[in-house]
């Protein structure tokens, strides 16, 4: 190996070093990062469902589910979508254990779906 061919493989080694450092992931699908209520948590009836994601979102393809303990779905009506973010609002919920089943499709076509239980304490 001759000291110039060194020379290109290190300089070489070295800028797809920092390129591999410095380049953010590209994800492609939008992540969940946020929920109100939080999965887990034990709170008083919320009146709404509030999810926040990584990407924005399609609206049209873009659902939220509430479900009480027995699985009936107890939510009525349509998400409301923008940017990505999505909220449903809630009627009075009784004390109980509640499921959240999302479904989204972000605006690059990638779909992606979650659950996530919360108590409704008395």
């Known amino acids: 190996m001759t000291p110039a ?3 290109f493989k290190r300089v070489a080694c070295a ?10 992931p590209a994800f492609g ?18 009146t709404e469902i509030v999810l926040s994601f990584t990407e924005p979102l399609e609206p049209a393809f873009s659902t ?5 303990s027995m699985g009936k779905r107890i939510d009525a009506g349509k998400a409301q979508v923008k940017d990505d973010v999505m909220r449903l609002s809630l009627k009075p919920l009784p ?11 972000s605006v690059d076509t990638h779909k992606s779906q979650g659950n996530f239980a919360f108590t409704v304490k008395p």
Do not use: F, M, Q
């Not at 800028?15 to 953010?24: E, I, R």
């Not at 004390?95 to 499709?105: D, K, S």
């Open 64 to 68: 939220i589910e509430l479900r009480d």
């Open 5 to 7: 061919t060194s020379i």
């Open 15 to 24: 800028a797809a070093l920092w390129a591999a450092a410095t380049t953010t």
């Open 95 to 105: 004390a109980g254990r509640y499921t959240v089943n999302w479904r989204v499709l």
């Open 29 to 46: 699908h939008a992540h969940l990062s946020k929920s109100t209520p939080a999965a887990g948590a034990t709170v008083s009836p919320p």
